[in-house]
């Protein structure tokens, strides 16, 4: 694929411009998986070109003959599981049989938006003059731009691909240098399901030369980013001049609250293979434990048995339970954090360190940290990493404010028996999303993102189309 696949503008597959490559990093040995070719100012204006070209012919195309071309991109998607799940494992380190999740998850945008694309209902309204006649109907915003990280190649994809679509829009992606060609896969469905083909464009290469000459150009009406809180940040500063609108997700650092009243040995139970899924990699990976005082060292003791337990391994051992992280600059930062937590006296209970049977890879180990104060950075900052801290409680109160004391509002989580208590400790979370008794909260038809520092917009459900599309009121009265 390395060699076969490239850039994407316009329906063709190409090198760049400029003739340069990158290379794509396996982190499991820290040798070249490969080279891609690296997009130039050629490139991005040659996409942006084609983006406006596109976007009109599609948006005049009937709605149901649309459906079927965007539900054809997750089906291929499906057919293609073996190939997307050896590419993600190979570039990202996940292990392979968990990527099964994302590439459902991924399809199911496509097929979830196939169907909202015959449900872009407009509205009449009663005018107030008796020959008149008002209507309100939605239009594309025109050429959009996705950014995404590399943590979740597919879904992050997707979720912004399949709704522009579906609104009508045209869309140039640029993915993370890290996962490439899991990128350029499903770039490939599109290809082949058709007449999408012209509308999705691709450009890999360093973020310093692609991301200003989008945001500066006025043919690019919509933004969206998943992302770090800087990036986020700086994309809507450059957004200013053009007044594009954008929507972000940028991080979090999730609460998991475990009342008096949950079982603390399931709680542990369920959260163990969440947490540590991706290696810590998600951005709404469970990443601050408040344990109620009475259940805390029967969940520390349990949790700590289980984190135990799991297999470290080469991504594509069928046996792995973590794998590598993504890169060193991931690992060097979780080094950093665990560094700060020891200093500052929290506990370690398990792990703090890069496992000694592997001599390459960015590997480290499940980490699992207790008595840890609310001050240290690992409370503060979010690790996205395999790194676990662990903090009591003693009130409802008390710990819905100690949630509240940082900026983050992605994700949150609930564990408790009392509907009441769910209600009251859910309400007061500052989050845009919470899982009472559950961590399932990422589906095609639900409105995923948050609010604070954890960005703007949502994607997912109808609540994501609103983003790509202009709402016009035309009132027609007769003369």
């Known amino acids: 694929m390395y060699e076969s696949l490239g850039l994407y503008i316009g329906g063709e597959w190409r090198a760049g411009a400029d003739g340069r490559q990158i290379d794509v990093i396996d982190p499991a040995s820290e040798r070249p998986l490969g080279r891609v070719p690296a997009a130039g100012p050629r490139d991005v204006e040659a996409a942006i070109a084609a983006a406006e070209k596109a976007w009109r012919p599609w948006s005049r195309t009937p709605a149901w003959e649309r459906a079927k071309i965007i539900r054809r991109i997750g089906d291929l998607m499906r057919e293609r599981a073996a190939g997307f799940r050896e590419t993600v494992a190979q570039e990202l380190g996940r292990p392979a049989r968990h990527a099964d999740a994302e590439i459902g998850l991924a399809a199911d945008q496509f097929e979830w938006y196939a169907e909202e694309t015959k449900r872009l209902y407009g509205q009449t309204i009663e005018s107030r003059l008796a020959s008149g006649h008002t209507t309100v109907t939605r ?124 079982d603390p040995e399931k709680v542990a139970e369920l959260t163990v293979p969440v947490k540590f899924r991706n290696a810590g990699q998600v951005c709404v990976s469970p990443s601050r434990f408040f344990i109620h005082r009475s259940r805390h060292d029967a969940f520390v003791e349990r949790f700590v048995d289980l984190t135990r337990r799991l297999k470290i391994g080469h991504p594509l051992a069928e046996d792995t339970d973590v794998g590598p992280l993504a890169n060193r600059r991931r690992l060097e930062a979780i080094e950093a954090i665990v560094a700060d937590a020891t200093a500052a006296g929290a506990r370690l209970e398990c792990g703090g360190r890069r496992p000694p049977e592997f001599n390459a890879g960015y590997y480290y180990e499940p980490t699992v940290f207790s008595r840890v104060h609310d001050e240290a950075r690992i409370m503060r900052e979010e690790p996205f990493g395999p790194v676990v801290p662990i903090t009591t409680f003693d009130s409802v109160d008390e710990v819905i404010e100690r949630s509240n004391a940082i900026d983050y509002g992605l994700a949150s989580y609930v564990f408790t028996g009392e509907l009441a208590t769910a209600h009251r400790i859910s309400g007061g979370l500052k989050a845009g999303m919470c899982g009472v008794n559950t961590y399932a909260l990422a589906a095609a038809e639900v409105p995923f993102g948050g609010v604070h520092e954890s960005g703007f917009g949502r994607e997912g459900g109808f609540y994501a189309l609103a983003d790509y599309l202009d709402t016009k009121y035309t009132h027609f009265a007769a003369i």
């Open 139 to 262: 239009e594309p915003v025109g050429v959009v731009a996705a950014f995404t990280a590399w943590n979740f190649p597919l879904v992050l994809l997707a979720r912004k691909i399949a709704p522009a679509l579906a609104a009508g829009c045209a869309i140039i992606c640029r993915p993370s240098e890290e996962t490439p060609v899991s990128a350029m896969l499903l770039v490939k469905c599109c290809h082949d399901a058709g007449l999408a083909a012209v509308l999705v464009n691709l450009l890999v290469g360093p973020a310093s030369e692609i991301t200003p000459l989008i945001m500066a150009s006025p043919l690019v009406r919509k933004v969206s980013l998943t992302g770090s809180i800087p990036v986020g940040k700086s994309l809507y500063r450059q957004s200013a001049d053009t007044l594009k609108r954008l929507s972000l997700e940028l991080g979090g650092h999730a609460p998991v609250i475990v009342c008096a009243d949950a």
